[in-house]
């Protein structure tokens, strides 16, 4: 069977079309600004190698370091880092004396940002510049760091960009920043197993694009902020494990697509409201926590 003229011609215009894009992506270079910034994060962070002598081009292929994307962005012909991955393997893996380096929220065109198991001696706080220029992180997640201390900084609210905002599994302490609920694109907020105390903010329900919502295993207290019950795309709400007091409130009627719900070990009284009894899209709490609320599950 010949094949079409046409269908060749495509054909052609296709692989050239690639080859073009392959011929100058590998024409492009580093900015240097960017380079140099990439640097001294390596020598704050890890301790595997001189990857300014190993790898004096980050972003080029074949010489690229493990755990960095770079993309074209912009009109300039340069490529720009756009991912890190720090702390297990095949990414590098961070030294025994790693702290969080603020310049590495200076890469302007940094999406995303996972640093794991990195910071386990030597005491460091999140720290985020005054004048950002992280407009376009979409993904910030550090997890599992036992030496990450202090509290959540309030210009957590200039990361407007942000989709997906994790800080598990650390040792962060003090009250939950109200400038979160200004970070109107989030997705997914994940701020379990630290030591976070005071209130959950009213303000958080603002963020009505929340699919996930996790405080579990803090020392939050006071009672749960009825605008959650406004969080109308919730599928998943972790609230278990504080010392949070006083009923649940009746706008939980209007988590229709919430498919987890955990409110077991807090001091919480009263029943469900009508509303969750009814809804089969929720997972029920586990028999001890229906021990208190008496009534919860009799129709």
Known sequence: MSLSPLFILLQLLI???????????????MDPFEKETLFKVMETLSSDRNWKTSHPEPCNPGSSWPGIECKPAGKDNHLH????????SPNPTCKKDATFPPEILTLPFLE???????????????SIPSKPQHLSLQQLSLKSNPALVGVIPPLISSLTSLQV?????????????????????????DLSYNSLTGPIPFQLGMLKSLTGLDLSYNSLSGPIPAPLGHLV????????SNSLTGRIPDTFENLRVLSFLALSNNKLSGKFPKGLQSSKSYVLPTPATQAQFPGAFNG
């Open 15 to 29: 692989f050239f079309s690639l080859s073009y894009t392959t011929i100058s992506t590998l024409s492009m270079t």
């Open 81 to 88: 880092v756009t991912r890190l991955n720090f702390g297990n």
């Open 112 to 126: 995303s940002l996972f640093i794991f198991n990195c910071f386990k001696t030597t005491k460091t706080t999140l």
């Open 165 to 189: 905002l994790t800080l598990s599994q650390n040792h962060l302490f003090g009250k939950i920043p109200q400038g979160i609920s200004s970070l109107t694109s989030l997705i997914h907020l």
């Open 233 to 240: 795309l919730l599928q998943k709400l972790d609230l278990s």
